[in-house]
């Protein structure tokens, strides 16, 4: 057997380490390191409540907005504030502006480019993927900055800028769009249909959004297997085998995105495991600190009364991160949660074929995105100017709050409790803290520890390929993981 | 110019913000600067053992150093050993790295107030000892010290913002390659002046409010912010409301305050962000180079004169009283 130290791990946000243990050319057993640590939870506690809104999109620059509109949720559910139907309309375009915009980031700079690599230098394609992918020369990569460009500025109309914009108040939107802004928000995210459209997909929206199975997928493919980067996508998948690569834990964790005024949210919540769809029993979350350097001397906890003390010298410990769990289980979130809460066919029939890998995880990022947009073009049109998009409310000086919602990498938490008018406590689970969680007291890996072990690896690698694929597919987030 | 990009403690946003920059080929554009881009964690092909030995051949003196970018503070801790950041597949601490690498550079530049000052990183109590290259905020030191200088003469270069604006960052980076970047053009604090000698209120669409101290009352408003909202947009050294972000944003046009973000120290105000601190009625923190006494007596007068139409619209989210249309040439 032998071990093999992976890092520094590019083209995910924030550093990370994976220590792979490899015996006949396949990994036996993973750890996952995520190497920083920066204290946020520490940092907000004495703070006033609504600092918190200042502070926590500068967690992440990829999910910026995402944490804020958790933390807003939060105070909104320590206040008892709701968001007019303007407001949450407004929050729900910004989120899903920066969602899809990570979903495009993902598919062209981090993940497809690892194909352009000499290892694949003998495939047909390999040369169609260096003209398509090359980082820094690639067509499409090149493209598509040129159009999550574009597709930002619907943020700098709605929310000031991105990353860390502080319009998202718990009362709703800090800016109001009148008739012709609307007009022309509508315009741009026609843009980036039509950039999706001829580049990602070669196919409408909702053509895309309506396979509804492998099969109808498959024959959608073979009608043109190179034309837009799905399709190329699909190519490659077929030969590199990304269906059978990194097989998750198999159960899969949604709070439901995008909450609609009249109740419930565009895209499905729940647990779905074994070809069934429960409801989250939020309670039943605990954050076990075993592995990670940070005090765990009260054991497992409710991010409701979880702590974040570092203990750097911790015996046993390999991470920052600490190992969530749900109902004592392992769980695997992202857009392929949300598409299997949503019961979406494709995906469904996907999963139900292949599990949750490589293959499955991409798929589900790109058909959110042929989803996704139309939906924003609704909310747009919903809107009505002149009625109310924020009505703020005061805050409590005792109380607690929660703020669940899915950022684009899956299911994001914010607790807090706040006495005599300040934070007394901020837990924060984030996504990739599900993913890349270690192992818990019971010695059992995390997602990604599990979808690791068993990657081929080839005579030679330092950096096996197959390892960057499965940890790639996650789109992981590390400064949010730990934060 | 070989630019290698590091990212430490901070959140990556600068480097989203960059991807964001306003012209239709990214790559392009550094290409056509002269901008070799060595390495960046979010734009690279090489990972895991390709970028340490990418970095060796730095410190060997093989591969020179033109341009190093940190992005994010700088953990110290704990006990000044670093840990809270050990580089990935290294094992050493990543202040280090650093303190290592900006010996080979030609140019030093911090992208972010993180990097700049500590920023956010550093609130609270600093549980990671987090600081900046060379500043611990207003403070000058930092992981490099006071009198560090690159190899090219220059002090750290301070793109402080929270994020960076893109065009700061690729303005900067463009001068450098030219070699048309001096210490004149730097300010007191090493930001580059091009965008630190203007303040935020220059711009700012809530002026008329502002003159008249039309305030807004809560979230969404219209109103100039300075009075109840915790706006520092009159105090704060930036061009954020003539150099507009994503298209057509700011901070103010999105109906926020201005925190004046960047500003060493602006993480801990010392007051609720969103509410501005006052004594006896009147903001402790007034506009940049106003006397007090003046400020007072036109603010009181001011309000005095204000017009219906903005009191009206000041605390509304949209125009209730539109300016009248007159009929005449106007003179």
Not at chain 1, 267 to 295: C, K, M
Not at chain 2, 91 to 110: F, Q
Request: aromatic fraction near 8%; include cysteine; charge should be negative.
């Amino acid at each position: 057997m032998t071990r093999l130290l992976v890092g520094p791990f590019n083209r995910v946000e924030g550093d990370l380490e994976v220590t792979l243990d490899i015996a006949d050319g396949r990994v036996t057993s993973a750890h996952v390191n995520a190497p920083m640590y920066r204290g946020f939870e520490q940092i907000l506690r004495g703070r006033e409540p609504h600092d918190a809104l200042v502070y926590v999109p500068r967690i992440c620059g990829i999910c910026s907005v995402s944490q804020s509109v958790a933390s807003a949720r939060a105070l909104a559910d320590l206040g008892g504030m709701r968001m007019p139907p303007n407001g949450q309309h407004v929050t729900n375009v910004i989120l899903a502006t920066e969602n899809l915009a990570d979903h495009l980031t993902h598919f062209y700079l981090f993940f497809m480019p690892d194909f352009t690599r000499p290892v694949y230098a003998g495939m047909p394609w390999h040369a169609e993927a260096v003209r398509r992918f090359a980082p820094q020369a690639g067509e499409q990569v090149r493209a598509a900055i040129a159009a999550r460009q574009r597709w930002f500025t619907l943020l700098g109309t709605l929310a000031g800028k991105w990353p860390h914009t502080q319009s998202i108040d718990p009362g709703g939107s800090t800016r109001a769009v009148d008739a012709a802004e609307g007009v022309r928000l509508l315009a741009r995210v026609r843009e980036f249909r039509r950039f999706l459209e001829t580049h990602t997909f070669g196919a409408p929206l909702e053509q895309i959004a309506a396979l509804d199975s492998e099969a109808a997928l498959d024959a959608w493919h073979a009608s043109d297997p190179l034309a837009g980067d799905l399709r190329f996508f699909l190519t490659v998948a077929r030969d590199a085998a990304l269906a059978a690569l990194g097989a998750g834990p198999g159960r899969y964790l949604s709070y439901g995105a995008y909450p609609q005024p009249g109740g419930g949210t565009a895209l499905g919540a729940g647990v779905w495991h074994a070809g069934r769809l429960s409801a989250v029993d939020v309670a039943g979350i605990r954050e076990d600190a075993t592995h990670a350097w940070l005090n765990d001397a009260a054991g497992p906890q409710h991010p409701g009364s979880g702590i974040t003390v570092p203990d750097p010298d911790k015996p046993g410990a390999y991470t920052w991160n600490k190992a969530p769990r749900l109902g004592g289980e392992i769980v695997e979130c992202g857009a392929i949660a949300r598409q299997l809460a949503s019961a979406h066919p494709l995906v469904l029939d996907l999963v139900g074929r292949h599990g949750g890998t490589v293959y499955t995880r991409v798929v589900s990022r790109l058909l959110e995105l042929a989803r996704v947009v139309p939906m924003m073009e609704d909310w747009l049109r919903a809107l009505r100017p002149g009625d109310a998009f924020c009505t703020p409310g005061p805050l409590p000086d005792e109380g607690m709050g929660a703020g669940l919602g899915e950022a684009a990498r899956g299911s994001l938490g914010h607790w807090l409790t706040v006495r005599n008018g300040v934070i007394s406590n901020y837990q924060i689970v984030a996504p990739t803290t599900w993913n890349f969680s270690p192992r818990d007291a019971a010695g059992r890996p995390g997602a990604l520890e599990m979808a690791l072990e068993g990657a081929p690896v080839r005579d030679g690698e330092t950096t096996p390929v197959a390892v960057q694929h499965i940890v790639r597919s996650f789109d992981p987030c590390m400064v949010c993981t730990v934060h | 110019m070989n630019l290698l990009w590091l990212q430490s403690g901070g959140c990556g946003g600068c480097s989203m913000s960059l991807l964001c920059a306003d012209t239709t080929d990214f790559h392009g554009e550094l290409r056509d600067a002269g901008i070799d881009l060595l390495w960046h964690p979010s734009l690279s092909l090489e990972s895991g053992g390709e970028v340490t030995a990418l970095l060796a051949r730095i410190l060997d003196g093989d591969l020179p150093l033109d341009a190093l970018c940190i992005e994010g503070s700088l953990l110290r801790g704990p006990n000044g050993s670093g840990r809270f950041h050990i580089m990935a597949g290294t094992g050493v601490p990543m202040v280090e790295w650093v303190r290592k690498l900006a010996a080979k550079a030609r140019h030093v530049v911090a992208v972010g107030s993180c990097a700049a000052w500590g920023g956010v990183t550093a609130g609270g109590d600093n549980p990671t000892d987090a600081c900046g290259l060379q500043y611990e905020d207003d403070v000058r030191g930092g992981l490099l010290g006071a009198g560090f200088r690159a190899q090219g003469g220059l002090p750290v270069i301070n793109i402080a913002g929270c994020p960076t604006h893109p065009s700061w960052v690729l303005d900067t980076l463009m001068a450098l390659a030219a070699d048309s970047f001096s210490e004149a053009d730097l300010d007191t604090l090493g930001r580059p002046r091009f965008y630190a000698d203007q303040l935020v209120h220059h711009g700012c669409t809530r002026n008329e409010y502002y003159e008249f101290k039309a305030s807004a009352e809560k979230p969404s408003d219209l109103g100039c912010m300075m009075e109840h909202m915790g706006c520092k947009g009159t105090q704060a050294h930036a061009d954020c409301n003539t150099r507009l972000w994503n298209g057509e944003g700011s901070c103010t046009r999105g109906g926020y305050a201005c925190i004046s973000c960047t500003e060493p120290g602006f993480q801990e105000p010392g007051h609720a962000f969103h509410a501005t601190p006052k004594i006896a009625g009147i903001p402790i923190g007034l506009p940049t180079d106003m006397p007090k006494a003046w400020f007072v007596a036109l603010a009181s007068l001011s309000k005095s004169a204000t017009p219906k139409r903005v009191k009206v619209n000041a605390v509304s989210d949209h125009i209730v009283v539109p300016p009248v249309a007159r009929r005449t040439r106007l003179k």
